[in-house]
Every structure is written in structure tokens, then in C-alpha cells.
């Protein structure tokens, strides 16, 4: 016993391991040592487990004993590997790595000497699972020294996926309109930690990253120093404090999805329309259908999930029910068919493949709670407005963006004519009867029209989608605006001249290539709008405009009402949202962005 205490202790003076803990609760009824013992005997298995390349020993495994309110366990294993220079045993290098096992209660913590094996044992222990993000905010401070940020918006080539920053206080530097579509997935800040300070009682610089359960701080000078400071990681993360509210305006994944209530809106944002590579037609066709032709209706909620009545072109595809479930945070969606007319068997399996891809789908709550990309979402929203232009559009079809067309009356033929009451039709007879103007819409189109305006030096980029309903009383929906917006924002790029002219040239042997306007008047090819393109000086104005009806101008007096309900109120500031942060990623490429609606 007194050379077990004896070597424990030798061992205790030489070990400085790296403060690095990944928190567990177990997933069981085991705690104290009999959960740490349970995790050490998963632990010692999976360090030793070797590989086609690299040989693992398991060398040591010891009780460390009680520090702190902790019982401990060390375990060092060797791995032996062949350099990548060589080719053979002889000349194998040999590391020793350690791991480090924290218990007390239901909950436990590792440490790692290699990142990599630490992520592993955390993969295939059974015995404990890491504790969810909301645990760790409390570990989220201000005085930000770095931040890593996640986009949860749809990719596009005018905003990056994911941003890292460094600084002082970055908490500062951010920016509340730009960011908002942005997560912290990781921050080294100082908290206000108990058992967490320097010399001089000021917070220690902690690293965090909620969606690991992992926190890091440095390299103690001891193991009594390393020992106490896990403990108090542990006491703060079982506390649940809050994170900074510096950060409320960023979005911020949920685990408690029990608060997630009432959907009012489902959007389908196709990857595929948004990308920058070259991607099969038909695949870019089918994701335009499901964006810009299909449209769901609910007409029934239980809890997260939804019942929908589908429509492609106008015709209902029958009613399905779309689960909404969570498991250990990651959305899981199915669908099942409860209505099937017959003859559109193929457009609903069409439609499966859709509203069951988490990647595509957005599901929009008034509890201001959204699903995306496999996740669940809250966000703080300024409440900076948008600058919303009206226009009336009465005499026009607001629920539909085309004309209907055939082969022998091809769209480039009707669009415009005095019969012509879609959204293309309100574009070429009210909204741009001067200057030139020309239809690009089809497969890998720059904007549904291009309008210059050679007196005033202005070219615009106008995108086009229609409203779900044509209800007077509607009320505002983001999901109508999700995809035309950030095809707006993706394109803005060619709104430099020599990129547009030089897109516009390779689209002249389109067939919708010959609906083009001069004041409003027909013309009988492109070479005239080229022309005003090539003539454009470089300082010319780009715009990119959004023309969707959904919203209104009674209902955006509605919203602005203090008395407006806290829901209509919060899918306003939704779409302000959105559409900021559209307007930013514009400026950015020297654009401004104007967004149409109906003036009701």
C-alpha cells in the first residue's frame, strides 16, 4: 500500500498534462469510481488499439486518487510508427502519449496529451456521453481574444462558411447585421470563473467549443494546480451560468427543443442554385422547380412536426405529414403521404427527396426558432428596419411569375403581351417602362431581367419570385424570400460590366435571348441592349433588386404597431434579417440591393 501511495506520488511530481477536458455525464446509473473505473477500462482498450501503420501499447495505468473532490486516473500508451520517408520497421519513431480521467458524481472529464485520441475514446465510450452545448456557455466571456464563427446560411460565393478573428475584444468587432447568420463554435474570452484566476485575481484566458463539450486553458505548473482547475471547470459547467450577452445577436444551436413551437413557414433552398461550379442541368432544372414552381401550404402542426399540401406548378400533389424529431441535437426529418390523387407519383417521390434533406429545408416557428442544416437555431435580431419599396400591382396575378407558355407560344413570345398578368408581365409594363430591358430567365441565368437605365448610368439585376397566396390580410413569411434573395446576392457579381456584358453575349443564342424591350417597346434581337451594356461607364450604379409580393405595405405598418402581436412582430424582424444581411453582402461587391413589394 505505502509503495503504491508512494509511486502514485512520484508519478503526481513529474505529470504537467495540458488543461484540456472534455465534459461527460454518464449514460448510466455508474458515478464516482465506479464511472471512472468503467471509462478507464473503455479507454485502456481504445488507446491500445492499433492500426495497419501505427503499433499502440498500452504502458501504464494508474489511480491517481482524490484531489479536489475528483478521483483521477492516469494512463500512458506508446504508439510506434514508420516516418513518412520510409518504408519499414527499422527506423520507427516512438511516442508516449498521456490520457488523463476525471470522475466525480454522474460526470467525468479527459484529457489528452493527442487531440485525436481524445476525440476517439470520446466517439466509443459507452459508458458516458459529452455534455450538451448549453452547458458550456457559461464558458463564453467577453474581452474575446479569437473567435471561430460557422455560417448557418445557405453557401454562396459572396460569404464565407466560416470566419476566424483575433483581437482584443472581439466582442467589439463584430458586426450584429453581417455575423447574425453566423454560430460561435469556438472563443477564447475571459469568463467570470470561481478557482479560475491569475496571481492577481484577474479571469484566466479560457478556450471553449460548446458543440465539443471541450474547454482549454494552458499548460498548469502542477499537478495539484492541473487537479483543482479541472474540478472548478466542472462546478461552472454543472452551474449552467449564461453566456455573455454580447454575443445574443449571433445564432445559437438549441438542445431544449421542448421551447420549439407553431411552424408557419417551410422554404426549399437548393445547394445546387446557389453554387459556383459546374453542375448537370438537369440537377440545376429540378432545383429551380422545387424553388421557384412548388409552394407548401400547412395545414396542420404537431408540435415540431407538420402536415403539408405540396403544389408544383399550381397542381396539389396531395398532403404529407413532415416529422420534425431531434436526436442528441441533429433534426431528423421523414415524410409520410396521408393524401396520394393519383398520377403524381413522381413529383411526390420527387418531393420526398426534398422535404426530407437537411440540407435544402427550412423550417421557419413563431417561438423566432428555425431549422437548418441539421440543426435548430435562435438568433437575437436588430431592430434596424429594411428599406421596403411598394408598388401597387393591381391587375396583376402576384401568385404567379410567368406567363403560361407552350411550344408554339414560347414565354419569349408572351411575356409582356396585354394578356400577360404574372410577375414577368408587371416587370416589362409598370415597373420598367423606360430604358432597356431584357429577359435572362432559364438554366444558369444572371437574373430573371437586366435593366439599364443609359441616362442615369444604372444597370439592374432583377430577380423575381411570386407570392404562396394572394390574400389581402397575408401576413409576412420569410421562407418566400429565402432562395430569391440569396440568388440575388450570388449573382451580384455580374453586375461588373465586363462580366455581364460578356454573360449576356454567350446567352444571345438563348430563346429567351429575344425578349428584349427599348421604353417599353419589343425589340427584334439583343444588339441594341448590348450596346447600352458595352456604353455603361465604369462608376455606372449596379443595383440587385428582389422583386416577391408576400409582404405588403399595410402589413408592414401592421408590424411597426407597438400593439402588434409578439409573433407577427418577431417574422418581421426575421425578414429585416435577412434582408440586412442581403444588403451587406451587396455593398460589399459595390451594389445596392432594393427589394419590391406590393403597395396594399
Request: net charge positive; with cysteine; aromatic share 6%.
Amino acid at each position: 500500500m505505502a509503495a503504491a501511495k508512494s509511486r502514485k506520488n512520484l508519478i503526481a511530481a513529474r505529470l504537467r498534462p495540458y488543461l484540456a477536458p472534455v465534459l461527460l455525464e454518464a449514460t448510466g446509473r455508474a458515478v464516482n469510481q465506479r464511472l471512472l473505473d468503467e471509462i478507464v477500462r473503455e479507454a485502456e482498450t481504445i488507446v491500445s488499439r492499433s492500426s495497419d501503420r501505427i503499433v499502440r501499447k498500452l504502458v501504464e495505468s494508474t489511480s491517481m486518487g482524490a484531489t479536489a473532490g475528483l478521483r483521477l486516473h492516469a494512463l500512458v500508451y506508446s504508439e510506434s510508427r514508420a516516418p513518412a520517408w520510409y518504408i519499414g520497421q527499422e527506423h520507427d519513431n516512438v511516442t508516449h502519449e498521456l490520457v488523463v480521467v476525471a470522475a466525480r458524481g454522474g460526470n467525468a472529464l479527459i484529457c489528452a496529451s493527442d487531440g485525436a485520441a481524445r476525440d476517439r475514446i470520446v466517439k466509443n465510450l459507452t459508458s458516458a456521453k459529452p455534455l450538451p452545448p448549453a452547458a458550456l456557455s457559461g464558458f463564453v466571456g467577453t474581452e474575446a481574444a479569437a473567435i471561430w464563427l460557422n455560417g448557418v446560411h445557405t453557401p454562396t460565393a459572396v460569404k464565407a462558411n466560416t470566419k476566424f478573428l483575433t483581437g482584443v475584444s472581439l466582442e467589439y468587432a463584430l458586426d450584429p447585421l453581417g455575423d447574425q447568420t453566423y454560430r460561435c463554435s469556438a472563443i477564447r474570452s475571459h469568463p467570470d470563473i470561481p478557482g479560475l484566476k491569475d496571481d492577481r485575481a484577474r479571469s484566466l484566458m479560457v478556450g471553449a467549443a460548446p458543440d465539443g463539450a471541450r474547454v482549454w486553458i494552458g499548460r498548469p505548473a502542477d499537478w495539484q494546480v492541473f487537479a483543482g482547475q479541472l474540478g472548478a471547470i466542472l462546478d461552472h459547467a454543472l452551474a449552467r451560468k449564461p453566456a455573455a450577452d454580447v454575443y445574443g445577436f449571433l445564432a445559437q444551436p438549441i438542445d431544449d427543443t421542448s421551447v420549439v413551437k407553431d411552424p408557419y413557414a417551410i422554404a426549399i433552398v437548393p445547394g445546387e442554385l446557389l453554387s459556383e461550379d459546374a453542375i448537370d442541368e438537369q440537377r440545376r432544372e429540378e432545383a429551380r422547380r422545387w424553388a421557384y414552381d412548388a409552394r407548401f401550404e400547412i395545414v396542420g402542426k404537431d408540435g415540431l412536426s407538420l402536415e403539408i399540401d405540396p403544389y408544383l406548378n399550381g397542381v396539389r400533389l396531395g398532403r404529407v405529414r413532415l416529422g420534425v424529431t431531434f436526436d442528441h441535437a441533429i433534426a431528423r426529418l421523414s415524410a409520410r403521404w396521408t393524401d396520394e390523387p393519383s398520377g403524381a407519383e413522381k413529383e411526390r417521390s420527387d418531393c420526398d427527396a426534398m422535404l426530407t434533406d437537411c440540407g435544402k429545408v427550412k423550417i421557419y416557428y413563431d417561438s423566432g426558432h428555425t431549422v437548418m442544416q441539421s440543426r435548430c437555431y435562435t438568433a437575437g435580431f436588430t431592430d434596424q428596419p429594411f428599406g421596403w419599396t411598394f408598388e401597387s400591382m393591381k391587375g396583376f396575378d402576384i401568385d404567379r411569375e410567368k406567363p403560361d407558355f407552350s411550344k408554339s407560344n414560347p414565354l419569349a413570345k408572351v411575356i409582356g403581351l396585354k394578356t400577360d398578368t404574372s410577375l414577368f408581365g408587371f416587370v416589362t409594363r409598370k415597373l420598367f417602362p423606360k430604358g432597356w430591358l431584357a429577359c435572362d430567365d432559364g438554366s444558369m441565368e444572371l437574373a430573371d431581367f437586366i435593366h439599364v437605365d443609359t441616362d442615369k448610368a444604372v444597370v439592374t439585376l432583377v430577380h423575381v419570385k411570386a407570392s404562396q397566396t394572394k390574400k389581402p390580410d397575408r401576413t409576412v413569411s420569410v421562407a418566400d424570400y429565402e432562395i430569391v434573395v440569396s440568388q440575388a446576392v450570388k449573382n451580384v457579381r455580374h453586375l461588373d460590366r465586363r462580366n455581364l456584358e460578356t454573360e449576356l453575349r454567350n446567352g444571345r443564342a438563348k430563346k429567351i435571348g429575344a425578349a428584349v424591350w427599348k421604353d417599353g417597346k419589343r425589340q427584334a434581337n439583343r444588339d441594341g441592349f448590348l450596346a447600352a451594356v458595352k456604353a455603361l461607364p465604369p462608376t455606372a450604379t449596379k443595383v440587385a433588386m428582389v422583386l416577391q409580393p408576400r409582404l405588403t405595405s399595410t402589413e408592414l405598418a401592421a408590424c411597426a404597431n407597438p400593439n402588434a402581436s409578439k409573433v407577427r412582430r418577431m417574422r418581421m424582424k426575421q425578414l429585416n434579417a435577412l434582408m440586412l444581411s442581403a444588403r451587406l453582402s451587396t455593398m460589399a461587391c459595390g451594389a445596392e440591393l432594393r427589394a419590391v413589394a406590393e403597395q396594399l
